[in-house]
């Protein structure tokens, strides 16, 4: 079989996770940016709204249109999933489809060269991965699959009920990469929260704080997408107590007006979702980022105020803003007082402003702190600018820092190793540091 393999990853971090489970599999390729150099080419996709199923499709046929003659084209993953009959039916430029469920037997489906959709769940056990973008941080997925049966959501239809990985299997992953130079974990799901409530066990995040903070090596973690009925107060004490995890919340709450809550089928109205709010901002350090969604059907104008102060005004860190998609296979899609597209549109603007205040203030408020950073290399923006990124945060997602300054201008500047440093100022919406010393 040729050797030169060009990869896409869309969507979220569970699906780079997933990625990175076949580039393991299939390490005896050599990587390529260039598609059009490729022998294999493999897409894979996010199923989640229009927009991502729009751009995956896309991305599928610009990289057809790309191709060399005699090359593979593969579509895995979650719009894959999803559409099973349809894409191979009016996507015939396709040579292998495949699910979520056979991401560890890539390297078998291109050397039978064909299409498979296995119907058993997948949970990462053991696979090897080639992590990316990255050499000190890693993503750990803890479950897939999601019990939750909000109005909006299609991924119970084709990710299935929720399915947690052990907590051997968990702490064996994260050992593997802290040989490989790693300390710095995100641990991510559907529904983290729920982690191991399949298994009768109610408070599984708590036993998995306690079980990664007996592994020598790891220095930072954080635990991403919490969904506030099955956040409970006691478990963000433990995250409080923690040597290891942050004070992190990524909690997306959707909206804050009680009966869109109820339409959403969130399982909490809007006091106890304030009152675990609350709880986090009163922890030392405490980062909040959360998402809402516009426009969903039924959402009055009073409702859409409502959810606007009370984004503007709680204290966010960061917030994500989604327009409602009407996906087939959701209970909302059956609602009848859909929205106007356009009001969606308008709504969330509004909201993006919301957005990019309490974006501002946050920023603001972290000038002239000491804190912990991670240098990852020269900044897109000049040689003489390293970009950083304050250890507490997520990679990516929650921005970038750029250091203009050091004490000490002779010693050399680690890629990957931690530092403290002093925010100096806000440039936009990026951070200046000077750097003190390595920790």
């Given at each position: 079989?040729?050797?030169k393999?060009?990869v896409?990853?869309?969507g ?16 005896s390729?050599s990587l390529t940016?260039?598609a059009?150099?490729?022998d294999?080419?493999i ?11 729009e751009?995956s499709?896309?991305?599928i046929l610009?990289l057809?249109?790309?191709r060399?003659?005699g090359?593979i084209?593969?579509?895995a993953?979650?719009?894959?999933e999803r559409?099973?009959e349809?894409l191979?039916?009016?996507?015939p430029?396709?040579d292998i489809f495949?699910?979520?469920?056979d991401?560890e037997?890539i390297d078998?489906l291109?050397a039978?060269k064909?299409s498979r ?9 053991g696979?090897e ?5 990255s050499?000190y ?8 699959g999601c019990n ?8 119970p239809?084709f990710?299935?009920?929720?399915n947690s990985?052990?907590?051997?299997s968990i ?6 990469l ?5 300390y ?8 983290s ?17 306690d079980?990664?903070?007996l592994?020598?090596?790891v220095?930072s973690?954080r ?8 956040t409970?107060?006691g478990?963000?004490?433990?995250i409080?107590k923690?040597?290891i995890?942050?004070n ?6 959707q ?6 809550l ?9 006091e ?11 922890l030392?350090?405490a980062?909040?980022?959360t ?7 039924g ?8 959810m606007?102060?009370f984004?503007s005004?709680?204290?966010?860190d960061r917030?994500n ?8 296979t959701?209970?909302a899609y059956?609602m009848q007082?859909k929205?106007?597209e356009e009001i969606?549109h308008d709504r ?8 990019a205040?309490v974006l501002?203030?946050?920023l603001e ?9 991670v240098?990852?290399?020269e900044?897109?923006e000049?040689?003489f600018?390293?970009s950083a ?9 929650d921005?970038e820092?750029?250091v203009n300054?050091r004490?000490?201008?002779?010693a ?12 100096t100022s ?5 951070l200046?540091?000077k ?5």
């Amino acid at each position: 079989m040729s050797n030169k393999l060009h990869v896409v990853s869309l969507g979220c971090n569970k699906n780079l996770v997933d990625t990175e489970v076949m580039m393991g599999r299939l390490k005896s390729f050599s990587l390529t940016d260039q598609a059009g150099q490729a022998d294999v080419i493999i897409v894979n996709t996010c199923g989640f709204i229009d927009a991502a199923k729009e751009e995956s499709v896309n991305t599928i046929l610009n990289l057809h249109d790309q191709r060399k003659d005699g090359s593979i084209l593969v579509v895995a993953g979650c719009l894959s999933e999803r559409y099973r009959e349809e894409l191979a039916e009016e996507m015939p430029e396709v040579d292998i489809f495949t699910g979520v469920g056979d991401y560890e037997r890539i390297d078998q489906l291109l050397a039978d060269k064909e299409s498979r959709f296995s119907d058993e769940v997948y949970l990462i056990d053991g696979a090897e991965r080639v992590v990316t973008g990255s050499n000190y941080h890693a993503y750990i997925k803890l479950s897939e699959g999601c019990n939750q049966v909000c109005s909006f959501c299609a991924i119970p239809s084709f990710k299935g009920k929720l399915n947690s990985r052990s907590l051997d299997s968990i702490a064996k992953e994260v050992e593997s990469l802290v040989k490989k130079g790693y300390y710095d974990f995100s641990f991510i799901s559907q529904d983290s929260s729920s982690y191991l409530r399949d298994q009768n066990i109610k408070d599984g995040l708590s036993l998995l704080i306690d079980r990664i903070e007996l592994i020598d090596g790891v220095k930072s973690a954080r635990i991403l997408y919490l969904y506030p009925s099955t956040t409970t107060i006691g478990l963000l004490k433990n995250i409080g107590k923690s040597k290891i995890f942050h004070n992190y919340f990524d909690m997306p709450i959707q909206h804050i007006n009680d009966d869109m809550l109820r339409i959403m089928k969130r399982g909490f109205g809007k006091e106890k979702t304030v009152e675990l709010l609350n709880f986090m901002k009163s922890l030392p350090n405490a980062f909040i980022r959360t998402s809402f969604i516009v426009g969903h059907p039924g959402e009055t104008d009073e409702m859409f105020e409502e959810m606007k102060e009370f984004a503007s005004d709680f204290g966010f860190d960061r917030i994500n803003i989604f327009e409602y998609s009407d996906e087939e296979t959701t209970s909302a899609y059956d609602m009848q007082e859909k929205i106007d597209e356009e009001i969606i549109h308008d709504r969330a603007e509004i909201l993006a402003e919301v957005q990019a205040e309490v974006l501002e203030k946050s920023l603001e408020s972290e000038i002239d702190k000491e804190i912990n950073i991670v240098i990852d290399g020269e900044s897109d923006e000049h040689e003489f600018l390293l970009s950083a990124k304050e250890l507490l945060w997520a990679p990516e997602i929650d921005g970038e820092i750029y250091v203009n300054d050091r004490v000490d201008d002779e010693a050399e500047i680690e890629y990957g190793k931690i530092y403290k440093a002093k925010i100096t100022s806000v440039v936009g919406d990026i951070l200046t540091a000077k750097v003190y010393n390595s920790k």
